[in-house]
T-cell receptor
Framework: DAGVIQSPRHEVTEMGQEVTLRCKPI?????LFWYRQTMMRGLELLIY????????DSGMPEDRFSAKMPNASFSTLKIQPSEPRDSAVYFC???????????FGSGTRLTVV | GENVEQHPSTLSVQEGDSAVIKCTYS??????FPWYKQELGKRPQLIID?????GEKKDQRIAVTLNKTAKHFSLHITETQPEDSAVYFC??????????FGKGTSLLVTP
């Protein structure tokens, strides 16, 4: 299994531009999570999906952030318009659900200048 | 929602010594407590976990303990090695929610 696959690995963009992060979960995992990691705030949950349905998006910072999961093998996190304070590492993770550990992707390091 | 506190934020030990990291959680319904290790520039990786029906679990040099009454759990690393140097995160899972992580402990093992 290739694990959780995220793209791109690095993204540098100018303030105001749209950014789209992509994630392919492990086949058979029915839960998918988007986390943001910064030095100040640690690992913060943005949103999670169960069977492609958004369950909890209370961590999404504001309307500039949106996430979709059109099918069991693909999810996107979009920021429009991006701001310098969005600079962070964004991790996608997947699990089989319930009380089982998450497998994280390699992350996308986003820099907004 | 769940709130996880982790201490210390940094920990330095000499090779061969033990390291202990402690976490507390707020939701008494939490039933799953994993620990993740994150090396610099890498992804968090699960190293050990414990469920609420167990008080202790051990895997070679790593052990976790859980005190449900006090709502705290700990990670113990014995005979530390330089390759144990990393950031360690505890987490807690409340039913119906996603994992809530502590702020992390940066462990440095010096030769």
């Amino acid at each position: 299994d290739a694990g959780v696959i995220q793209s791109p690995r690095h993204e540098v963009t100018e303030m105001g531009q749209e950014v789209t992060l992509r994630c392919k979960p492990i086949s058979g995992h029915n839960s998918l999570f988007w986390y943001r990691q910064t030095m100040m705030r640690g690992l913060e949950l943005l949103i999670y999906f169960n069977n492609n349905v958004p369950i909890d998006d209370s961590g999404m910072p504001e309307d500039r952030f949106s996430a979709k999961m059109p099918n069991a093998s693909f999810s996107t996190l979009k920021i429009q318009p991006s701001e310098p304070r969005d600079s962070a590492v964004y991790f996608c993770a997947s699990s089989t659900g319930g009380d089982y550990g998450y497998t994280f992707g390699s992350g996308t390091r986003l820099t907004v200048v | 929602g769940e709130n996880v506190e982790q201490h210390p934020s940094t920990l330095s030990v000499q090779e061969g010594d033990s390291a202990v990291i402690k976490c507390t959680y707020s939701d008494s319904a939490s039933n799953y407590f994993p620990w993740y290790k994150q090396e610099l520039g890498k992804r968090p990786q699960l190293i050990i976990d414990i469920r609420s029906n167990v008080g202790e679990k051990k895997d070679q040099r790593i052990a976790v303990t859980l005190n449900k009454t006090a709502k705290h759990f700990s990670l113990h690393i014995t005979e530390t090695q330089p390759e144990d140097s990393a950031v360690y995160f505890c987490a807690a899972l409340s039913p119906g929610y996603a994992l809530n992580f502590g702020k992390g402990t940066s462990l440095l093992v010096t030769p």
